[in-house]
Each structure stands twice: as C-alpha cells, then as structure tokens.
C-alpha cells in the first residue's frame, strides 16, 4: 500500500488500522488476525477494485512456504466475513469475483471522512475447495495500543448494523452442526441430531463489550429484553432491543436486575431484583422508552436513558428464592419460583398461592406458561444436581407429571414451542451449553438444536428463538505434578501458551512422546488449526491450513500428528508429517470420523467413527487402508495403554463419561473402574502408570488423579483452579498441560425461522 494513504479506514461501523493490525466496531475492538487482516488491508487499499487471487497468493503465501493455497485463502476470507458479519451471497464488504478474486464493495473513508470509493455490484461465491494442509510460520502479535474507551453515552447509542452469521440453510446446516461439533468435539448419538428447517438463520442481537444475558422475546416477536452487567456506573440493568432495528432502551440501572418477562400486550415487563441479604424483589417496568434521568451511583451523578417507573410487588408471605418469572397468557398472575416450589402471584385478586411442592431436598425453578395458561412447565432439581427433571404442573390442580430426566444441568427455564408440543431447554448434556427439544409426551428422544446456547426465549409469534451465547479465550497451563508418594504437595501452575483462541474451542494441548514439543489448536491465523511449538510454548509453528483442524496426536516417533478435520460431507482423519506440508486423508468415507490416536507401534491409528449409526472406536493402518471394527457395544476417544496391550476409551462424547477397556486383540469389553469419571471425553490420558484425569473433587477445587490399573488405585496429584476441557500428559506421568478459561463474553443471539 502507498505510504501516502492514511493507515486508519473507516467502513460502515468499523475502523481499522491498517498499521497496527486492529479493528474496532462502533468503537469496541474485535479480534482480526493474521491472514484474515491482511487480506482486508489489501483491499481496503483498493477499494471498487478486483484484487486477484493471484496477487493474494504472492503477498501473503510467499512461494517458499508449504500452503495449500485455495483451501488456505478460502478459510481466511470465511474468517473475514465472520467478523465483518457480512455474507458471500449478498455482499456488504467482500464481493467474490468468481475464480478471479475479490471486491471491496463499501464506501471507504480515511480517518478525515474523505470518500475514496462508492459500492459496486454483489456476486456469489461458487466454490469450496477441498482439503489440504501447509506448514508455515506466523510472527507473534506486537504490543499494540489500546482504542479510546467509549463513554456511557456512546455505549447506549443505537448500532448501525447488525451481524448476520449464517443466511441460508447449507450455511446454517453445516457451519453449526458440523463446524461447531468439530471445534469442541462434543459428539453424541446421530439419533438426536435435529435437521433444521430450511431458511434458518442465526445472528447476533448484541455487540456490547459488556456481558448481555437472559434474553425474553417480546410476545410478537419483535423486541428482546435482555439483561446488561457493565463495570461502567448506571449501565447495568434491563434492555430493550428491536429485533429489526437499531433502537436501544435501557429500563433499569441496577445490576442485580434480572431475567425480564413480557407481559402478554407488550407494554409492560416484570423482572427480578436481588439485595445482598438474598431477598429476591419482583418488579414491573413499562416496556416503553423513557427520558434521560439522572442517577446516583456510588455518590456519582450520572445521566442515563431509562423506561418509566419502576414498581415492586407484594408477593404476600411467599418469598421468591430465584430469579427467573413467567407471565400468564391472560396477562393477570406471575409465576416464580419460592422456597418450597412454583408460586403463582395473582394480579388480578392481589394474593399469592403455591402451585407446586418440592420434595424434600429438593427445588422447583424455572416456570413457564402454556399458551392456553393452564399448564406450567418448570424443573425439578435435586439435592445432588443430577439427574434434573423437566416438569409439568396443571396450574387449576397442582397435579405434576414428568415430561423429560436429564443426566445433566438444566441451563436456564424451559419454553414451550410454538405448537406446544414440544419444550425447547438448555443442557450441558454433551460437557458444554447446547439448545435441545424434548416432546411434551417424554416419549421421544431429545433432539439437539445447536452446539451453543443458554437460558433460551421461544416466541409467541413471528418464529423466533433467542439464546445467551457464552464464549471465552482458552489459555493452556502447566503443572508439575506431584510424586503419588507426596501427592498433599502444592505444585508450581503456569500459562505455558497465552491466548490460544478468543473462541470457547480448542486446545487440545498435547506433550510429543520425546518431551521436546507441544502440539494445540488455536484460531489465531484466523482459523482453527493444529500448531506446533517448542515444548515451552515458544516458536510456534501453524502446521495445518484446513480451516477447521482439532483434536492432534502425536505419533510414537514424535515426527507426525493425526487429527481431524470437517468438509462438506463429514468429519475426517488426516495424518501430517512435520515439515513436509501436505496432510494424507486416511479415511474419505463420509460419516463422522473423529478423535484419532495412534498405536504404541505406531502401525494403526484408532478413531470414533459414526458408520454404524453410532459412535465405536475404529483403527486403520497408519499408511491408509480399510478400517476395522474395535469396540461393539459404543466407544470414543481411544488411546492404547503404555504396554500395547489394551484400549482404554471413553464409553460416550457425553459429560462425565465412563472408561472402559478392551485387549488389543480382541475380546471381552468392561468397564475400567466406576471412580475413573473424567469430566469430559477429552480431559483423560494415559501415562506410563496408569490412566490421568481431571474431575471435580466434591469437596474443593478440581483435581488432577491418576488411577493404577494394576493396584485398582486412584492418586491424586495436583489440584487446579477450573475442571478443563482438554488435558495432557507427559509419558512419565510428571506433567500435565490442560485448557483454562481466560476473558469470557456473553451476548444474545436470534435463531429465525425456529419451528
């Protein structure tokens, strides 16, 4: 680019330097990196203008680097429509010119506003190509300088666009049923995967900085309230958002405001307010946008944009213990959850009642009305958590039935589909937050609706689904862990990679057999791929350029990695040899083929394949070849003890999932030992010794154990601070690498076209 051209380019909502490699929208940095950025400074350079593949191919995929230069260029710009929230079918930024190149087609000013280009025609993207791989390095990240903060003011402002992730069905289809699966590999049972109906689309509601949670649709569809948690003063509270506007209200400027109800007219909005000594308020709020009002906060004066008069109701004795409302269809009662049960608050007569009881040790929580109000569905949890129960109470009797038992954490209050039918819920079923559907009846098994989403809000009209979103950057730790003789010993924990992904996918760390390197996965490039580093965390290399790369194994000689990968008809196993670039698919079938690790001698590589409508563990020869059978009875994620002679593998993808064995030969499958719960299908391994894995404790905080095949032993050997996705070991057993949470986001999500 010209030295001459500002480095600062102003496009719709965003700015970017061109410079320093950063990208604000409405002021608030997102994530950009690597080739995805840079593609976007050079068209921004030529804005209206056609760059052609092949000058992208010189500028960034310098001929003496190992690439596979389509499938590379292709993720990238995926990845740059991602963050620009724009769509290869009807163009707002990136115009691909097919098999030519592409198009900047936004007018785009310098830093002083002078247009230097006007928008041209849109045409589709035609093409994907198939997968491949590269190796190559990526300079780390310069210190850059931080944005200006914006002012409560601005926060409060309006946004001019608004993303739309995923337009048609394909997209919709296979970037979150499959991509999304991938990433976090939570896999479960093809029989309650849900075929989406055509034209479903997802997009984000909200884009603060700030967390944005427990979305309520309006009854037509047309407004969410949300809640806001904001560190800035007078910020946090109630939200308004239309759904196909811009407009913003904020109703109320307390933090410890929560999970807003509609009522039926739209007008008004109940919502629930916590003291500090846990006594739970219910308030009503009109709906309506209000004037600017200034508020005390903390001896500040502030000026914030709030809804009308707030008023606090009597619930008469009946003391709400949750926070989470439901208002009847004939907009006359509220139901809430009490100490002993579902309570419903009459309007209309000014009293309070108990619809539910409780057993003993046990909660009911989560209230919501039928569309005829004559039936409320809730959960039932019990003492221990688990298993949570979706329930059903006729409002008129009291009577209770049970609709659904689930093996997990209910997250958020069940809804009703439209139909009625059916009640659409949050579960961490599959070790993380995922959307499901359950038939009223209990009958059928649940379906799952996508890989991501609490505290779901159906619609009364309009074919709506709105969801909290929770995601947060992944760093990988490590600890020296303790002797099994001194295991009370507190040992040394550190970040060993910083940042590994601003997404809630990957790691995946994974120590190489000699202790030399460490093999991850990190979207830092701009897409999901598999890294290699020194074993340190420093001089990390990209090793695969797929666009959506996880779970790496090292192979016994520490010179390979097998992983997996998803395309258009699947998930597949590829092995890549370090320093030679190109990846060989092992298995080009199309089912769902997942997890690989290899054999001691390094002969066969296992995996977890779907090719008997449900998942077992399968092998195939190293060099490619036929697959076969290992496990009858269902199994996932395999890996071979230390001596060769057994398979240990997960019995499900599921949370908390059983290990179980079977010889290498052949034989009789059982269960390793009923104590032996990792948390995750990825967050166990073997070592010289025995079986690693990380759970929760029960008593404290979350430990890292090691069970003794041999002495049917467990020992424990270091505690860490969060129960991690993904886990690693050293083969001696004396150290272990693992995932933990770093800077977490929250916003609300619209699935459209929900049926």
């Known amino acids: 680019m010209s030295g001459a051209r500002p480095s600062r380019m102003k496009f719709g909502p965003f700015e970017a330097d061109v410079h320093t490699h950063e990208i604000w929208k409405h002021g608030i940095k997102i994530k950009l990196v690597g080739q ?9 350079s030529k804005p209206g203008e056609l760059v052609t593949r092949e000058e992208l191919r010189e500028r960034l995929w310098p001929g003496d680097t190992f690439v596979d230069f389509d499938h590379g260029l292709n993720a990238a710009v995926n990845k740059l429509r991602e963050a620009l929230s724009d769509s290869a079918e009807t ?42 791989g590269q190796e190559s390095r990526v300079p780390q990240p310069d210190a850059r300088p931080k944005p200006a903060q914006p002012s409560v003011a601005e926060i409060q402002q309006p946004s001019r666009s608004w993303p739309i992730f995923l337009g048609i069905a394909i997209v919709f289809a296979i970037g979150l049923l499959i991509s999304a699966r991938l990433f976090w590999h939570a896999v479960r049972p093809l029989s309650v995967r849900n075929v989406d109906a055509p034209g479903q689309r997802i997009r984000q509601l909200t884009d603060f900085a700030d967390e944005t949670s427990d979305p309520a649709l309006s009854p037509d569809g047309n407004f969410v309230a949300f809640r806001r948690q904001s560190a800035k003063p007078g910020s946090s509270g109630i939200y308004v958002k239309g759904i196909n506007t811009e407009e913003v209200t904020q109703l109320t400027s307390v933090g410890a405001d929560c999970c807003p109800a509609w009522a ?11 003291a500090d000594n846990n006594d739970f308020g219910i308030y009503l709020v009109p709906a309506s946008k209000g004037k600017e009002t200034a508020v005390d906060f903390n001896g500040q004066n502030l000026t914030v944009l709030v809804g009308g008069k707030e008023h606090r109701l009597d619930t008469h004795g009946i003391a709400p213990k949750r926070g989470e409302l439901s208002w009847a269809p004939d907009g006359k009662s509220i139901a809430f959850s009490s100490a002993k049960g579902i309570a419903l608050l009459s309007l209309e007569s000014d009293s309070a009642r108990q619809i539910t009881v409780a057993p003993p040790l046990a909660e009911d929580w989560g209230p919501a009305f039928s569309a005829d109000g004559e039936k409320i569905l809730f959960v039932r949890s019990p003492d221990s958590g688990i298993p949570e129960e979706l329930m059903m109470a006729q409002c008129l009797t009291g009577e209770v039935t049970r609709v659904s038992s689930q093996h997990a954490r209910i997250l958020g209050a069940p809804q009703w589909s439209m139909d009625g039918k059916s009640v659409i819920f949050s579960s961490d079923f599959g070790s993380h937050p995922g959307l499901w559907r359950a038939g009223i009846d209990g009958a059928a098994v649940a379906t799952q609706i996508n890989d991501s989403g ?36 507190r040992k040394e924990q550190h970040i060993l990679v910083p940042s590994t992904s601003e997404t809630d996918q990957g790691p995946a760390p994974q120590i190489s057999p000699d202790g030399k390197r460490l093999a991850f996965m990190s979207d830092r490039s701009g897409t999901m791929e598999i890294w290699v580093s020194d074993r340190d965390g420093t001089n990390p290399v990209q090793l695969t350029a797929v666009g959506s790369a996880g779970t790496p194994r090292w192979s016994p000689d520490s010179q390979s990695i097998a992983f997996d990968a998803s395309d258009r008809t699947g998930t597949k196993i590829y092995k890549i040899k370090l320093g030679t670039g190109a990846p060989q698919l092992l298995t080009g079938d199309e089912f769902e083929n997942r997890c690989p690790s290899w054999s001691r001698d390094g002969k066969w590589i296992y995996f977890a394949s779907s090719r008997t409508n449900r998942y077992e563990v399968w092998k195939i020869p190293a060099d490619g070849g036929t697959a076969v059978q290992v496990t009858k009875q269902g199994g996932h994620a395999a890996l071979e003890s230390a001596d060769g002679r057994t398979i240990y593998y997960a019995k499900t993808g599921y949370a908390n999932p059983e290990i179980w064995q079977v010889p290498v030969e052949g034989g009789v499958e059982r269960l390793v030992s009923p104590q032996v719960r990792p948390f995750t299908w990825a967050s166990w391994g073997v070592v010289d010794h025995g079986i690693i894995f990380a759970g929760p404790s029960g008593t404290s905080g979350p430990w890292i154990s090691i069970y003794d095949p041999s002495r049917h032993t467990i020992t424990r050997v270091g505690e860490i601070g ?34």
Do not use: C
């Open 36 to 44: 995805p950025f840079e593609i976007l400074a050079i068209l921004l």
């Open 264 to 274: 039926p007219d739209g007008k008004t909005i109940a919502f629930t307010r916590s």
């Open 454 to 489: 609490w505290r779901p809000s159906v619609a009364h009209a309009g074919y709506r689904l709105a969801y909290q979103r929770i995601t947060h950057s992944l760093n990988i730790w490590e600890l020296d862990l303790a002797d099994p003789s001194h295991s009370s010993e």
């Open 91 to 132: 163009p707002k930024y990136v115009e691909t010119l097919p098999r030519r190149g592409y198009r900047f087609v936004s007018p785009v000013d310098h830093a002083t506003g002078q247009s230097i280009a006007t928008a041209t025609s849109s045409a589709p993207n035609n093409a994907m190509p198939q997968l491949t």
């Open 722 to 755: 969060t129960v991690p996705f993904w886990l690693g070991a050293s083969h001696d057993g004396k150290v272990a690498v693992f995932d933990q949470p770093g800077l977490q986001q929250s916003q609300i999500m619209l699935m459209e076209n929900f049926r």
